[in-house]
């Protein structure tokens, strides 16, 4: 086996385990109403960590040579989610600022 797939494999599971337990750990959302339990945190928990895990799969491998389309997609990404809190226009910004740059830089 390959170090770096054993070090990828390492990231994204460390990465999933703290997506996961964090917001168990940090109590978060003990105080609202209704008292969610443990489990309704895990659950909430569970679709964040799965993007997380998927965009860290998938963004390591392009952090290569070639850094400016994902530079751009991902400042894309937060600067249209900043701006409007839309996760489609932000999705959709991100991707045609990748797009953009790979042309031009290609």
């Known amino acids: 086996m ?3 797939v054993l070090a990828l494999a390492l990231i ?3 990465a999933n385990y703290v997506f ?3 917001p168990i750990g940090a109590r978060l959302g003990a105080g609202q109403a209704g008292g969610a339990g443990w489990i309704a945190r895990f659950l909430a928990a569970t679709g964040p960590a799965a ?3 998927l965009v860290v799969a998938s963004v390591l491998p392009l952090a290569g040579a ?3 389309p994902l530079v751009a997609g991902v400042a ?3 600067a249209l989610w900043v701006w409007r809190r839309s ?3 932000a999705t959709l910004g991100g991707a045609a ?3 953009l740059v790979f042309a031009v830089s290609a």
Do not use: C, N
Request: net charge positive; glycine share 20%; hydrophobic share 45%.
């Open 2 to 4: 390959r170090v770096e």
């Open 12 to 14: 994204v599971g460390l």
């Open 20 to 22: 996961r337990y964090g």
């Open 51 to 53: 993007i997380a895990t």
């Open 66 to 68: 070639d850094r400016g």
């Open 76 to 78: 894309g990404v937060l």
């Open 87 to 89: 996760v489609v226009l």
């Open 97 to 99: 600022a990748y797009g």
